[in-house]
């Protein structure tokens, strides 16, 4: 299971943005996709609760819990997790990237949607299917290997 820590000390910087957006891409990519929501604030998980689809799972979780409920998402198949740090929050922070090695250190007009599901021939939805690409690209050449088609589109994106 491939986790992406999004974490920073500064709130109202685009950190769960970039996380709703990036777990929209990998489901539309599919994978088994949740998100986990650390922020007090739970914007991610009011987000998902305005969502017509189910899909990504978004799990709003107090950082003393996110070993149990990245276990749970392990045993319950889910193949890439993005965690969703809050602002002005050391432990979630320090937390995020002691467990996972890696972190992006980094509010959407229309509720419930993702750029991609808004407008998705647009240049946002175009930038975020790039940065997952560029992502799952980055993990798979640090951490393991993909499927046969998953490898075949992605390496048809770089070219």
């Known amino acids: ?10 709130g109202g910087t685009g950190k769960t943005t970039l996380a709703e957006n990036l777990a929209v891409a990998a489901t539309t990519g ?7 929501d650390l922020d007090p604030q739970t914007t991610a998980t009011n987000w998902s609760d305005r969502r017509k689809s189910e899909t990504p799972t978004v799990v709003s979780c107090q950082v003393a819990r996110l070993g149990f409920v990245l276990a ?6 889910v193949e890439m997790v993005f965690l969703d740090g809050p602002g002005k929050n050391a432990e979630a922070t320090i937390a995020a990237v002691v467990l996972f090695h890696r972190a992006a250190v980094y509010d ?4 419930g949607l993702a750029v991609q599901e ?12 790039q940065l997952y690409k ?9 951490t393991g ?3 046969e088609q998953t ?4 390496s048809g994106s770089r070219s």
């Open 151 to 154: 490898k075949a589109e992605l």
């Open 1 to 10: 299971m491939y986790t992406i820590a999004i974490v920073g000390q500064k």
């Open 118 to 129: 808004y407008e998705p021939d647009g240049k946002a939805a175009y930038e975020f299917a």
């Open 72 to 77: 749970a998402a392990q045993k319950n198949g």
């Open 108 to 111: 959407s007009p229309l509720p």
């Open 134 to 142: 560029y992502t799952t690209t980055l993990l798979h050449n640090n």
């Open 145 to 147: 290997t993909h499927d």
């Open 30 to 36: 599919r994978h088994s996709v949740a998100l986990i």
